[in-house]
């Protein structure tokens, strides 16, 4: 497993002041997901709000979106790969009449949507994901975009042991705060595979493997590793915790081709576009 760990890539007064920012401008943007995590997609109309309004996030979104990143991470994962080529689908500071429509619509709940209008989205959506396909899958440059979250992550948060989904490729969690002395548990741990088999499964069991390294969260700390099939990882359960463990993940993710690095991981995990869509 190819990883990396910079601390201070960040500073801790700069944490903060994204935390404090975060709160004042997008307290109640975030979505729910697995294990209560809060999630802000960076491609979403609530995060272009956040960055339209907060100096502190337009500057670490700049500096995240930009080849410089990109060949950063490549550098200290020592990836020499020449035909990746960033671009922006999903992300849209601001998107025209149409595409700010389907936004909107996408961050409702089905329910809510009213008959003409849930025609209107799928048709989009279906054009939108042909459009992608077309435009990214037959062409020898590797395109990626920089999808990733801003996530809050409360007690009872865990994910099992897994590598990440198919589409992902240079993967990085980046801290924004250290967890309560007197909590445990909300560790980033890796793990290698120790049964010898042809190929490793995309979620083993725990039993199947052993940890080989464990990374709290610390103010200004970026994590990052190339999602192979060897790149197993999970978080410890959060417990006895005061307030939030507050973090980015994301990654350089295939718009349209399949990650050949993935060849001896069994099980397919697909990338959810729908999220950043």
Not at 190 to 210: G, V
């Amino acid at each position: 497993m190819k990883y990396k760990v910079i601390d201070n890539f960040l500073s801790e007064e700069l944490c903060n002041n994204l935390i404090e920012d975060a709160e004042k401008f997008s307290k109640n943007d975030h979505i729910k997901v697995l294990n209560e995590r809060l999630l802000l997609p960076s491609t979403s109309l609530f995060f272009s709000n956040l960055l339209k309004k907060s100096n502190y996030w337009n500057a670490l979104h700049e500096k995240l979106n930009s080849q410089e990143f990109l060949n950063t991470l490549m550098k200290n994962l020592e990836i020499d790969d020449q035909n990746f080529v960033i671009t922006n689908f999903f992300f849209n500071k601001n998107p025209g009449f149409f595409l700010n429509k389907y936004k909107k619509l996408n961050s409702q709940k089905i329910s809510t949507i009213g008959n003409l209008n849930l025609i209107f989205y799928l048709l989009f959506k279906f054009f939108r994901s042909l459009h992608r396909i077309l435009k990214y899958k037959f062409t020898n440059k590797k395109y990626v975009e920089l999808l990733y979250d801003y996530s809050k992550s409360p007690n009872g948060y865990k994910r099992e042991i897994h590598r990440d989904s198919d589409s992902r490729t240079i993967v990085f969690l980046m801290y924004l705060n250290s967890l309560s002395e007197e909590g445990e548990g909300g560790d980033l741990r890796l793990f290698e595979y120790i049964k010898k088999e042809t190929k490793i499964p995309s979620r083993p069991y725990e039993e199947d493997c052993k940890i080989l390294q464990k990374f709290s969260p610390k103010p200004g700390r970026l994590v990052t590793f190339l999602n192979s099939y060897d790149s197993l990882h999970d978080v410890s359960e959060m417990k006895n915790h005061k307030g939030f463990r507050h973090f980015l993940y994301g990654s350089f993710t295939l718009l349209a081709k399949k990650n050949i690095l993935l060849k001896k991981s069994s099980g397919n995990l697909k990338t959810n576009f729908e999220i950043f869509d």
